[in-house]
Nanobody, 121 residues
Framework: QVQLVESGGGLVQPGGSLRLSCAAS????????MSWYRQAPGNQRELVAS???????NYKDSVKGRFTISKDSAKNTVYLQMNSLKPEDTAVYYC???????????????WGQGTQVTVSS
């Protein structure tokens, strides 16, 4: 089982920046897609950004130009750099990784525990 551990959330003023990290533990697998989702109170979980193993990225329209997803493949870690934060970015942020096990060729789809991001003055 691939386990994900997130870090980096917190309280920041509007216009500020935060960097989220998510590391996958274990070995014997390849990661095909790394993603960040968020869920605000009363809302459904939504995709914020994704990054494929080939380097293709996809962003939610409202974060384009402000958020950047990146990875360190050697560390099986994905990052989300969030700049120019707005109060509407307040949510619990979850990382997700989907991939394949080398030995069994089975797929996995793992989630982090979530980290709170609060943008408020």
């Amino acid at each position: 089982q691939v386990q994900l551990v997130e870090s980096g959330g917190g309280l920041v003023q509007p216009g500020g920046s935060l960097r989220l990290s998510c590391a996958a533990s274990g070995s014997g697998f390849s990661i095909n897609v790394m993603s960040w989702y968020r869920q605000a109170p009363g809302n459904q979980r939504e995709l914020v950004a994704s990054l494929t193993s080939g380097g293709s990225t996809n962003y939610k329209d409202s974060v384009k130009g402000r958020f950047t997803i990146s990875k360190d493949s050697a560390k099986n870690t994905v990052y989300l750099q969030m700049n120019s934060l707005k109060p509407e970015d307040t949510a619990v942020y979850y990382c997700n990784m989907a991939g394949t096990y080398y030995r069994t060729f089975g797929d996995f789809d793992s989630w982090g525990q979530g980290t709170q991001v609060t943008v408020s003055s």
